[in-house]
């Protein structure tokens, strides 16, 4: 079955240095990734669209210059958490469609779980 | 904008009893799919059963099926003969368009406990 590979599942760094997530599509290509994240007990909530070769859609209150998305490949889209601080931290999931399947649902990764201290 | 609701923050059930979680929806759309899916200590989110809006028929996945209220916009989840493995978060979801893009919406989850 189709796997998406996040890398990597946990990171504990210092406030205010930048953290990079990556997502990988292991086995399909991938025209768009989406990232989630998730606080302590509480629902996933959809960061921002990525779409391969082009500029990420954000949703409504995430900040661009603070959640920087990549999505380079049809393979990879990274995320880089800037200037990070303790508020930051949380559990972020990315997840994949596959381009070849469509009406098929998104594939999940395993998550990261980042925390800043 | 679309809303899921879950109204069962917790619940539990006897090993190999059945189980059945709520869920309802807001959306003023006719097409769309909705979702069930666990996610365990280890955070995984895994796919339990999708649901196709135009499909009037249930979707079942060996112990698990829904039972679908499109009118009621319902969408709940019975687990039959529960096993101790069934045990963790499962979320409801809603996916549709917008705008060109695919958008899913979570619930807020319920936490089932299976009890030996």
């Known amino acids: 079955g189709a796997v998406v590979s996040q890398h990597p599942s946990w990171v504990i760094c210092k406030s205010g240095t930048s953290v990079k997530i990556e997502c990988r599509s292991l086995?399909?290509?991938?025209?768009?990734m989406f990232w989630y994240r998730q606080f302590p007990k509480q629902s996933l909530m959809l960061m921002a669209t990525s779409n391969e070769g082009s500029k990420a859609t954000y949703e409504q209150g995430v900040e661009k210059d603070k959640f920087l998305i990549n999505h380079a490949s049809l393979t990879l889209s990274t995320l880089t958490v800037t200037s990070a601080h303790p508020e930051d931290s949380s559990f972020y999931i990315c997840?994949?469609?596959?381009?070849?399947?469509?009406?098929?649902?998104?594939?999940f990764g395993d998550g990261t779980r980042l925390s800043i201290l | 904008a679309q809303t899921v609701t879950q109204s069962q923050p917790e619940m539990s059930v006897q090993e190999a009893e059945t189980v059945t979680l709520s869920c309802t929806y807001d959306t003023s759309e006719s097409d769309y799919y909705l979702f069930w899916y666990k996610q365990p200590p280890s955070r995984q989110m895994i796919l339990v059963i999708r649901?196709?809006?135009?499909?009037?028929q249930n979707a079942t996945e060996n112990r698990f099926s829904v039972n679908f209220q499109k009118a009621a916009k319902s969408f709940s989840l019975k687990i039959s003969d529960s096993q101790l493995g069934d045990a963790a978060m499962y979320f409801c979801?809603?996916?549709?368009?917008?705008?060109?893009?695919?958008?899913?919406?979570f619930g807020k989850g319920t936490k089932l406990t299976v009890n030996p």
């Open positions: 979801a809603y996916s549709t368009w917008e705008e060109g893009s695919e958008k899913l919406v």
């Open positions: 997840s994949a469609r596959d381009r070849s399947t469509e009406n098929q649902p998104q594939h």
């Open positions: 649901q196709e809006a135009y499909k009037q």
């Open positions: 086995d399909f290509q991938a025209t768009t």
